[in-house]
């Protein structure tokens, strides 16, 4: 079985160590040398206090204190301890007592000879194991900061890495694998790869592993496809190491994984566009070029030329001019310098003769320019427009017969209606001679025979009122077709003004009502003044006749927005109508109430529409019976 990599290492195994107490790094000087003193007092101290200073072991304490101090402090120390005892037992413990004077100085010598040396091996031992220590120690800390920064790199490396057992087991993960196949690493450890892996994928992998097992390969890489824990396939990059023992046997392998979902999708969109881009060459009839523009040489992409029925996919200049139509050589190479220079872009249209048949092309171009400004390299494409070209010439000749053929209907229509209105005019002149007749012989009779009643009186009265109201028929039906032709005026106006000044013409014309009106100010529009003088008449004489019987009577006029509109309004709280018959509404001679209850034709409502409609608006209505009614237009075209 294969040997697993240390499991990564926790943040109490790899925090650094304080230093052991016996160890002088990091103590100050004073500090270091102030305990060798001490030290050094208190071991001749005790030395005197223990045994007279005759009896022999004098430096037994001292070189305690000596072996101490360098524990402490260090070498410098341990040799200031070893001094300082010498000195000290010199003066306390060798004849003369309590003084440097000595009596056997070579006795002298060599003891404190033999004890220097001593020491020196003692404090020298004691420096070097320190020494030692302090690098063992130091070497120790390089490697554990050496295996925290590999782990560092393990876990936060922008790319998955995992380690395989050679049985194919995940044995460790970091923290981008995890996230690049949706698994925690707890998962992933009892997973093996074959487990994530695209099924498809899965034999090429193990192929790779057994070349790399039997020595062929050190490593292998390939584009490989991974099963997301939610079921979606991953894309990624990978890179396989295999480790060995140190006797050279596996141990297990290193995989580095870079997810490239992003460039495979980026690489089936660029596939995607392609193929399109070449489905709409061949349908729109495109063919793709570059030229050199120092030796004029055009040449064709990717054969696009056969889609444009050319005879080859490379052109010389002169082989081009010799496909080109005569009268448009001259065009071609003034068109074609001009954009060279970047006085323009290579934007044009030219005929060819090809297969001895006349084709129309429509040529666009880009230059490559190097660092003067001058073109090296021009980059295109050219389009068949034989059939856009001929269809357009067509469509030039039918549009210039069917001008023709307007103008020519134009002339019948305008003679036709000369003759209409011609006619509405002899029919109304004729229509009023007889009803003046009938009328004036009606009053004759009413003047001459005062006498006259009864049933004869009211036939005489009912024959007047017959032909007044057929006069005002006439009226009415000279006025809506007058209102249906003419050309329409668009310039400014107020139509809170023409609303005013009309209410008060009413109000003036009818002092015993009252009714309140308002009016919506600075409601501006562009349109026909003639034709917005009729149509606020007829809207506001509507309002004013059927608010005759409101007891509180109110006319008001404003504006609203809807659907993207604006709304020109005139309201009241009259009588209203039962919008189950508003089609009625607009329509010539048609009423919705009696002529017993509301006077009138029927006509005002038919030609405030026709107006409303001759400046391109539209016009509606609303109402309820009893409660009043609302009538709004709009004039889409110019109003303000």
Known sequence: MASHPPAPATPAQTAPHSDPKWLPHGRGPWQRYGMAIVLTLLAIWLRTALAPADTGGRF?????????????????????????????????????????????????????????????????????????????????????????????????????ISHVALDGRLTRVNQTFCQLVGYTEEELLRLDFQTITHEDDIAPDKALQLQTLSGQRTSFSMEKRYIHKDGHTVWAQLTVALMRQPDGRPDYFISVVQDISGVKATEAALRTSERLMRQAQRLAGFASWEADVTNLKFHAVGGSHLRLGLPSAVFTGQQLMALLHPDDQARFWSEWVLALKGHREYNASYRALIDGQDRWFSVRAEFERDADGRAVRAFGVTQDITQRTLAELEVQRLNASLEQRIQERTRELKGAYDDLESYSYAVAHDLRSPLRIINGFAQALLEDHPSLGGASGGHLQRIMGASKKMGELIDGLLKLSQYARGEVQRVPVNLSGVATRQLEELAAADPGRQVHWTVEPDLQLQADPALIEALMQNLLHNAWKYTAEAADAHIRVFSQDADGLRHYCVSDNGAGFDMSRAGKLFQPFQRLHPPHEFAGLGIGLATARRIVQRHGGSMRAEGTPGQGATFCFTLPDGAE
């Open 60 to 160: 037994i304490t001292a070189s305690l204190a000596v072996a101490l101090s360098a524990l402490y402090g260090g070498f410098g120390a341990g040799l200031l301890s070893t001094v300082l005892g010498m000195v000290l037992v010199n003066f306390f413990m060798v004849e003369p007592y309590l003084s440097m004077a000595i009596k056997d100085p070579v006795e002298a010598f060599w003891l404190n000879a033999w004890h220097l040396i001593n020491q020196l091996v003692v404090i020298g031992s004691i420096w070097m194991m320190q020494t030692q220590y302090r690098r063992l120690r130091e070497a120790h800390q390089e490697v554990k900061l050496g295996q925290q920064r590999f782990l560092d790199t393990f876990e936060h490396a922008a790319a998955g």
